[in-house]
């Protein structure tokens, strides 16, 4: 059953046309997740689609109710970001529309509020369209990914995981097809020169042969006409050249391998040591005391809710607060989301290299992973999108003359594609990550250590994520498992009490502890 459908879309930001799509249509219990670039349309294709936006090319034509969850959230109120988002959430979800679109609707939640709006969308009985930039929340919902390209909307099948796989089929397709381009090409070329040369080769008449024998034998006629031909088989070879079909080539991602100084005394080295320190804002106590240590070449990821002081703990470790010992052998950089390090005046390429000691083929090596590619380096970073911006300031960074990345929040404001990147680059680099996120695809790929502040304790985990949530998983099964003996034993003891002595009182406390053990069965 078609509940929406979109015809002939155009719609144009001054003069450049930003959507160009024919045919769109949404499906009862349709579950899609809308990808591209920064800038790409995703915003201004969900407008349309919900009808906030009219197009100005095209028709929307709407079977059904739709409902949609705006990327800007109101900012006049004393909630905090986490909060007011949920408010808009669940104000969308009450009102049941058969069509929910969401426009970054894990903005400014944390890892625990992204996974309780994973599981109400999972619940939920309606088609969405949801643009985000978090791969794991894709995974777990979407059975379709729409890609906007250029203008264009491309449809994939499956996850966020599977699309990623079906592009990658399409760079190596690409990439065997331009191989073949380029082998005819070379083939016809070598041909070419070769049917050239015998053409000029063919005017000469035989060195044997005396001038008035080749008079006598007509060798020179049988020549012009030998030439005549090869010069005819030269064209259309040119001709077949010019008609072959050119095709691009693929950009390859070059490896990465830079220096980091102190490098001897650094790896695997204890270079950070945090010993008996409380963390605290004003009478609040967000932590109790904590002693912990880091090793040169660590990824160390904080995460927690929002409130529970990972910033704070990143800001004394970058202070050197009391408690907190670094090695004189770490050269620290720090990344925050104010990016007070980039110069909106200076060019990209100028931000970058006033800070680094690598060469420009390497510094634009790294801007290119980060999809800067040769004349964008010498945009200057004023005119430049937030994201854009967010991808200089950690260029910058990353190339800086340092050892230690402090990383708070890193992929805010990135779209999937530079998110991508960024893990990739952190994935080759050999010095220090400490790094605060809710992105958990970057923390599961990049995290060797999990460092968790929850209930006011730090609790340092030796491992990656997966195996820190699997850790976490078996602790809540055993924590319930003990709730659910200690209540059934509650039980049976009122039970007893009820067959012996029936009151409405033990009735109640009956009934409570029953209720208790039905939450923690759905828990469960």
């Given at each position: ?28 219990n ?9 800038g790409?349309?995703?915003t ?26 705006p ?13 007011v ?49 978090d791969?794991a929340f ?25 699309y ?36 000029e ?5 035989p060195?044997?042969?005396s ?108 202070n050197q ?9 770490v ?16 060019s ?24 800067f ?33 402090i ?22 680099y050999e ?27 730090i ?9 820190y ?7 809540k ?15 049976s003891?009122?039970?007893?009490r ?27």
């Amino acid at each position: 059953m078609i509940l929406l459908e979109a015809l002939n879309i155009k719609h144009y930001v001054k003069d450049r046309l930003l959507l160009d799509v024919n045919q769109l249509q949404i499906h009862k219990n349709d579950r899609i997740g809308l990808v591209g670039r920064n800038g790409s349309g995703k915003t201004t294709l969900l407008n349309i689609l919900a009808g906030k936006l009219p197009p100005e090319n095209g028709t929307v034509i709407r079977h059904v109710h739709c409902e949609l969850l705006p990327q800007l959230k109101r900012t006049d109120t004393t909630k905090s970001g986490g909060e007011v988002t949920q408010a808009y959430i669940n104000d969308a979800i009450v009102k049941a529309p058969e069509i929910l679109f969401a426009d970054e609707p894990t903005t400014n939640l944390d890892t625990e509020h992204i996974e309780w709006l994973e599981k109400k969308l999972i619940q939920w009985k309606g088609a969405f369209v949801i643009v985000s930039h978090d791969r794991a929340f894709l995974d777990a919902l979407c059975t379709t990914i729409w890609e906007i390209n250029e203008g264009q909307v491309n449809e994939y099948k499956g996850n966020y995981s599977d699309y990623a796989e079906q592009k990658e089929v399409e760079y190596r397709q690409k990439k065997i097809a331009y191989e073949k381009y380029e082998m005819k090409k070379k083939q016809l070329e070598e041909a070419l020169k070769l049917k050239e040369k015998k053409a000029e080769r063919a005017t000469k008449a035989p060195k044997k042969v005396s001038k008035s024998e080749a008079k006598i034998t007509g060798a020179k006629p049988y020549f012009a006409k030998k030439q005549k031909k090869l010069q005819k088989t030269a064209k259309a070879i040119e001709t077949r050249l010019e008609k072959l079909e050119k095709v691009e080539k693929v950009k390859e991602t070059p490896p990465l391998k830079m220096n980091i100084p102190n490098e001897d005394t650094f790896k695997d080295r204890i270079i950070l040591r945090v010993q008996g320190v409380t963390g605290a804002i004003g009478e609040r106590i967000l932590w109790n005391k904590v002693s912990f240590h880091v090793r040169g070449g660590d990824k160390l990821a904080i995460i927690g809710r929002n409130g529970s002081g990972k910033t704070t703990l990143v800001k004394k470790i970058i202070n050197q607060d009391k408690g907190i010992t670094i090695s004189p052998s770490v050269k620290m950089g720090y990344f925050s989301q104010n990016l007070n390090i980039v110069d909106v005046e200076k060019s990209i390429l100028e931000n970058v290299s006033s800070t680094s000691k690598q060469d420009e083929t390497f510094i634009r090596t790294v801007l290119a992973r980060l999809h800067f590619f040769r004349d964008d380096v010498h945009k200057v970073v004023g005119v430049l999108s937030g994201g854009e911006r967010v991808k200089v300031a950690l260029a910058k960074l990353f190339l800086s003359n340092i050892n230690t990345l402090i990383l708070d929040e890193p992929t805010n404001f990135l779209d999937i594609e530079a998110a991508s990147a960024l893990e990739s680059l952190l994935k080759e680099y050999e010095g220090t990550v400490i790094f605060v996120s809710h992105d958990r695809r970057l923390i599961e790929n990049i995290a060797t250590r999990i460092l968790a502040i929850h209930n006011r304790e730090i609790e340092l985990f030796e491992g990656t994520y997966k195996q820190y949530k699997h850790y976490e998983h078996q602790k809540k099964r055993n924590i319930g498992e003990d709730k659910r003996l200690i209540l059934e034993t509650k039980i049976s003891e009122v039970l007893s009490r009820l067959s012996t002595e029936p009151c409405e009182e033990l009735e109640m406390e009956f009934q409570r502890l029953l209720e208790e053990k039905r939450k923690l069965d759905m828990f469960e």
